[in-house]
């Protein structure tokens, strides 16, 4: 039988040693209760969870998390990863980013960039369901490599990285929803993000519940 399963992260302040002082808290004041409020949403539906707060999301928590993850889900299974935190943008290693920076998940004691994302669900076997929901700031693509499409050819969209790379391909099928487009930022209140709150009232409205249940259909089917 097909499985339901989700990661949810949320952070509420960062470990100051490793971020030079900086404490994280301000505008993650409602990190956690986020993640309480997607557990509410999931549990009703069978999903397995599992959760990582404040001092228990660090970076080898959390992509320790994703790539047991990968292991152990089939065909036909869905899988939940949500972030609810800081998200930033950091000098990109490898030049697969046009605008120069890789998008990064703030962990407890150190960013996570989207290239060790993309690493880790690149893993998961194809015909898994992942849909991947990020309330923090730059989260537009904080979850993949990008790619450049060649120069001599006419093309709709921009080429999105300065130069080629060799990319392993995603084998699951993915949908990611973000707070905001990179380079901006993803409001946070004391209820929770504002990215996540009006996924809560979706869900009440039926729209993000449909959403999941297509999902859901899918994976059972």
């Given at each position: 039988?097909?499985?339901?399963?989700?990661?949810?992260?949320?952070?509420?302040?960062?470990?100051?040693?490793?971020?030079?002082?900086?404490?994280?808290?301000?505008?993650?004041?409602?990190?956690?209760?986020?993640?309480?409020?997607?557990?509410?949403?999931l549990e009703p539906l069978g999903y397995q969870i599992q959760t990582l707060k404040t001092e228990e999301a660090t970076h080898e928590a959390i992509l320790s998390s994703l790539?047991?993850?990968?292991?152990?889900?089939?065909?036909?299974?869905?899988?939940?990863?949500?972030?609810?935190?800081?998200?930033?943008?950091?000098?990109?290693?490898?030049?697969?980013?046009?605008?120069?920076?890789?998008?990064?998940?703030?962990?407890?004691?150190?960013?996570?960039?989207?290239?060790?994302?993309?690493?880790?669900?690149?893993?998961?076997?194809?015909?898994?369901?992942?849909i991947m929901l990020s309330d923090s700031c730059n989260s537009g693509t904080n979850y993949r490599g990008r790619r450049t499409v060649p120069v001599n050819e006419e093309a709709i969209f921009r080429p999105v990285a300065r130069k080629a790379q060799k990319a392993v391909d995603m084998k699951a099928q993915l949908i990611h929803l973000g707070g905001c487009c990179d380079g901006f930022g993803s409001a946070g209140y004391q209820k929770g993000g504002a990215f996540t709150m009006a996924l809560c009232d979706a869900w009440a409205m039926v729209h993000f519940r449909e959403l999941l249940r297509t999902c859901t259909v899918r994976s059972v089917s």
């Amino acid at each position: 039988m097909a499985k339901a399963s989700a990661l949810l992260v949320g952070l509420k302040s960062v470990n100051p040693a490793c971020y030079d002082g900086w404490d994280g808290t301000g505008g993650c004041w409602g990190c956690e209760l986020d993640v309480d409020n997607m557990a509410r949403i999931l549990e009703p539906l069978g999903y397995q969870i599992q959760t990582l707060k404040t001092e228990e999301a660090t970076h080898e928590a959390i992509l320790s998390s994703l790539h047991r993850a990968a292991e152990s889900r089939v065909a036909g299974d869905i899988f939940i990863f949500y972030y609810s935190g800081h998200g930033g943008q950091q000098p990109d290693r490898n030049g697969d980013e046009l605008d120069g920076k890789d998008e990064t998940l703030v962990a407890y004691c150190r960013q996570i960039i989207d290239d060790e994302i993309h690493e880790a669900l690149t893993k998961f076997e194809s015909g898994v369901h992942i849909i991947m929901l990020s309330d923090s700031c730059n989260s537009g693509t904080n979850y993949r490599g990008r790619r450049t499409v060649p120069v001599n050819e006419e093309a709709i969209f921009r080429p999105v990285a300065r130069k080629a790379q060799k990319a392993v391909d995603m084998k699951a099928q993915l949908i990611h929803l973000g707070g905001c487009c990179d380079g901006f930022g993803s409001a946070g209140y004391q209820k929770g993000g504002a990215f996540t709150m009006a996924l809560c009232d979706a869900w009440a409205m039926v729209h993000f519940r449909e959403l999941l249940r297509t999902c859901t259909v899918r994976s059972v089917s």
